[in-house]
């Protein structure tokens, strides 16, 4: 395990165990080696990616958005910090609507997307775990919410299909999407909260890719019920 997946198991095993009293389901779920990508629920702007590197036996590397970044030094030690843990850092491109500020120019999302689905899809093709949420905002963001509050989801967005045709691309192996669901529930000071992996999707070259975004999203919100 390199250091920085170390140091990231770390920073989530403090995360857990200070804030949440997490229940994993379906683990067999997973793929024990090979290239696998997740697609998750986001509600929580920092414990779901807790969960999914705590919770799972392979550290995921988790496909992030740094638009919120508000200032240089924030850009930059966000950015290095996603390097040394190896996480493909994109923005959002609706996100520069809104009033909140921004370190990053909109006109670096094109830049910014192009690059992190081609390093996610590096990641599968060497047999790493790439965990995504294709929603793209959380539920609960201090930032940048674009989700009203409890249940609601947003549509997902395609970049999770293109990622998993990108490294499935000439020779490269079929890549398993696992749907993950979460469901947090406030206890006191600390989330009771459950994740569950789902059976995986395969992106058929030839099939409808808006049927199975689709499917993707109805097993990720059954699966977070």
């Known amino acids: 395990m390199s250091p920085g997946a170390i140091a990231v198991r770390a920073i989530a095993a403090y995360n857990v165990a200070r804030f949440m009293r997490l229940r994993v389901e379906g683990l067999e779920r997973l793929p024990a080696s090979g290239g696998a990508l997740l697609a998750a629920r986001h509600y929580h702007h920092l414990f779901d990616g807790a969960a999914l590197v705590h919770g799972l036996p392979r550290t995921p590397h988790v496909f992030v958005a740094l638009d919120w970044a508000s200032s240089p030094f924030e850009r930059r030690l966000m950015e290095t910090l996603c390097r040394w843990a190896e996480w493909p850092v994109a923005l959002r491109g609706d996100a520069f609507d809104g009033a909140a500020p921004s370190a990053f120019d909109r ?15 590096a990641l599968l ?96 919100k059954n699966l977070s019920a």
């Not at 905002?137 to 989801?153: E, N």
């Not at 406030?186 to 199975?212: K, W």
Request: charged fraction near 25%.
């Open 107 to 121: 006109a670096e999302t094109l830049r910014y997307v192009r690059g992190a689905i081609a390093y996610a899809a």
């Open 125 to 220: 093709r060497r047999g790493s775990v790439v965990a995504i949420f294709p929603e793209g905002y959380p539920t609960i963001d201090p930032v940048r919410s674009r989700k009203p509050a409890g249940d609601a989801f947003l549509p997902f967005a395609p970049g999770v299909l293109s990622i998993a045709a990108l490294a499935q691309r000439g020779d490269g192996p079929r890549v398993p999407i696992v749907p993950v669901g979460f469901r947090y529930v406030e206890s006191g000071s600390r989330y009771e909260v459950t994740m569950r992996l789902g059976d995986a999707l395969v992106l058929d070259p030839d099939g409808s890719r808006g049927a199975l975004l689709a499917e993707l999203e109805r097993r990720v």
